[in-house]
């Protein structure tokens, strides 16, 4: 096992509403504790049909905190103006509005008019450029895209880390695409963009693009894809390229709401008797926090509020923490829910030292976390070529204790993309550790993974040593490693360790400021006891919706 360096050892939502016109329908109580206890949804019902009858200005945004209207981001174009039930954007390279809710599972609908392309030379006409929403959007290189080309078609595509990948393409609009005649898409005609995506029972996601050329009312299904490594929950939103655009309505909707939903804008009072109806007693049980806390943990952050400069545990014990080196960005978990985003260079999260996040307190000690790596090999590894997402152990020796590791898809030691359970005696030194190594091809840049690991001093299995009794063992996306397959690894006795508490902060993001994880980390929890299977697969269950599937003997997969 590898040492430690001995360098070191020297958005704020508003109540959920619906616009119509200038009206404010507020939802019932009931209906918003509802939709909370849907895993597959943002925590808040984020539906709402926008008519732009409020008369104002909305301002470019750097950031989602920033934006001053509660339901939407503009993300670039400069300034929307809002009057007579018309948004209008003006000469902007690239306009981009976004609602604000994560979402996985959602249908969008848009009404635009295009009135004239601008362009400040002929070198910016492109063929690409249109009209579009977008879908699952984590981020400029994260999102689903269905839009309206100038070439005259129209396109079904997604953009995965940086990478754009064609669904679906086909015409629509005649007439020959060229530099005399740069843009196919009719102008001043209102033309309505709809955008469907639902998740399979598969886990893959399905799309399906709908066009009303001229507001007619009537809908004809122009594309539809079906992407089998699809993306994660994200925003919702509108993008127009090199044009002065206007904007009649938005309609948002998550996909799992009942049908009645859409009827608020003609029959409010009917529709919300039909949900009211349709709803049995309120509950928090399905949704992932309500899952992690009915186990008791003893830290619990859903690292879901960077901008804020703090985490609070959510567990009751007042364990928060504070972020340095920087506020992360956020990324949406696969449920929807928020998480934080680290740089890979400065930003951390740091817990003042606890005795419940240590190991011989019961001689027990669980932790877990769901992380998102954006790229397999690390910009700022140790010289192993592995990082530490979380740990404690900030200055290695004399205040070391456990660590999670990940490694590089390419490492000096051949471990290509191993994620590991590490513990050490308070001098650090070599560690003993539950190694899961995975198959080639099983993990993936920019996919979330949930990891577990556990830590007993209680039970020693055969083949250890009971000089250093106690035994460790590692869980990713609900599948546990092989001890058999690689034992001595996974005894404490493997290198003779015998932790000890110490007050060593517990870090997340890194462990010592020395590597740095670069990706999405959310959901840390630390348990003084052993989650069992059953508890772990629940978790994962409660996150996405599927039940772990895979094995592990020298290599594993899920």
């Given at each position: ?408 898809s390419q490492t000096t030691q051949d471990r290509p993309d191993r994620l590991s359970a590490y513990v050490f005696n308070p001098s650090a030194g070599l560690g003993s550790a539950a190694d899961w190594q995975p198959a080639s091809g099983v993990i993936g840049s920019g996919k979330w993974i949930y990891v577990v690991a556990e830590y007993d001093l209680t039970t020693t299995p055969s083949g250890c040593s009971s000089a250093y009794p106690g035994q460790i063992n590692i869980w990713v996306n609900g599948v546990k490693q092989s001890f058999a397959a690689h034992a001595p690894t996974g005894c404490m006795s493997q290198y003779s360790v015998s932790p000890k508490a110490t007050n060593s902060a517990l870090n997340i993001g890194t462990m010592a400021l020395d590597t740095w994880f670069k990706g999405a980390i959310g959901k840390v929890a630390v348990y003084d006891r052993l989650l069992s299977q059953t508890e772990i697969n629940s978790h994962y269950k409660a996150m996405t919706s599927l039940t772990p599937t895979g094995s592990c003997g020298a290599t594993c997969t899920f």
């Open positions: 096992m590898a040492t430690p360096r001995a360098a070191a050892a020297a958005l704020k939502r508003a109540t959920p509403r619906f616009i119509i016109g200038n009206a404010v329908l507020v939802l019932v109580v009931a209906l918003s504790a509802w939709y909370l206890a849907k895993p597959a949804h943002a925590q808040t019902d984020p539906s709402f049909y926008y008519t732009f009858n409020n008369p104002g200005t909305l301002n470019e945004a750097l950031s989602i905190a920033q934006s001053t209207s509660p339901y939407f981001w503009l993300r670039d174009g400069g300034i929307l103006a809002i009057a007579g039930g018309v948004g209008t954007q003006r000469g902007a390279g690239r306009f981009l509005l976004l609602e604000r809710a994560l979402v996985r599972d959602s249908t969008t609908d848009a009404l635009l008019n295009r009135t004239a392309e601008v362009f400040s030379s002929a070198a910016d006409a492109q063929p690409y450029d249109g009209e579009a929403v977008y879908a699952r959007y984590g981020d400029d290189n994260n999102f689903y895209y269905a839009g309206l080309r100038a070439d005259g078609t129209v396109i079904l595509k997604k953009k995965q880390e940086g990478a754009y990948a064609t669904l679906a393409q086909a015409p629509l609009f005649g007439g020959t695409y060229s530099a005399s005649h740069p843009d196919l898409i009719p102008h001043n005609t209102w033309i309505g963009l709809r955008l469907s995506v639902t998740t399979l029972a598969s886990g893959a996601a399905k799309l399906v693009f709908f066009v009303d050329v001229g507001n007619t009312g009537s809908w004809k299904e122009v594309l539809s894809a079906t992407d089998t490594t699809p993306l994660a929950a994200g925003l919702s939103g509108i993008e127009s390229d090199h044009a002065d655009m206007e904007i009649s309505s938005f309609k948002f909707a998550d996909s799992g709401l009942p049908a009645s939903i859409t009827q608020l804008v003609s029959n409010p009072v009917s529709a919300v008797t039909q949900i009211t109806q349709a709803v049995t007693a309120p509950s928090s049980a399905g949704s992932y926090d309500a899952t992690v806390l009915a186990g008791k943990p003893a830290l619990y952050l859903a690292m879901s509020t960077p901008s804020s400069g703090t985490e609070t545990d959510k567990s009751g014990h007042g364990l928060s923490g504070a972020y340095k080196g920087g506020a992360p960005s956020t990324a949406a978990l696969p449920n929807g829910d928020a998480a934080a985003h680290f740089n890979g260079t400065s930003q951390y999260l740091t817990v003042a030292s606890n005795s419940s996040l240590s190991i011989p307190t019961n001689k027990q000690l669980t932790w877990e976390g769901w992380i998102k790596p954006d790229s397999l090999q690390f910009a700022n590894p140790s010289d192993d070529g592995y990082v530490d997402w979380m740990g404690k152990c900030d200055q290695y020796s004399p205040t070391c204790e456990w660590e999670a590791r990940m490694y590089s």
